[in-house]
């Protein structure tokens, strides 16, 4: 089992910054990918960024360029930069920890709320 444990979700301005972290515990050694999901309301939830163990990445072609995931293995926790933050960027976010074998664990989720 790999539990996650989100935080850094808020409320900002439009263009604001917001930093959101990922403490993975449990069988950790058993993840591969770690990512970030959001879910605004009425709408599915969506890849927001994704980090492989080898440290690749990918992005939502709507954050690229604002949203930088990083992973620190040493601490077990991912991390997801968000600058210039948009309307659109409200949502709740997940942490997502995808495993060797292909199973999904997913964090709580955290609100992320950006006004105008």
């Known amino acids: 089992q790999v539990q996650l444990v989100e935080s850094g979700g808020g409320l900002v301005q439009a263009g604001g910054s917001l930093r959101l972290s990922c403490a993975a515990s449990g069988t950790i050694f058993s993840i591969n990918a770690m990512g970030w999901y959001r879910q605004a309301p009425g709408k599915q939830r969506e890849l927001v960024a994704a980090?492989?163990?080898?440290?690749?990445?990918k992005y939502a072609d709507s954050v690229k360029g604002r949203f930088t995931i990083s992973r620190d293995n040493a601490k077990n926790t991912v991390y997801l930069q968000m600058n210039s933050l948009k309307l659109e960027d409200t949502a709740v976010y997940y942490c997502?920890?995808?495993?060797?074998?292909?199973?999904?664990?997913w964090g709580q989720g955290t609100q992320v709320t950006v006004s105008s």
């Open positions: 980090i492989g163990s080898g440290g690749g990445t």
């Open positions: 997502n920890a995808v495993t060797k074998t292909g199973y999904n664990f």
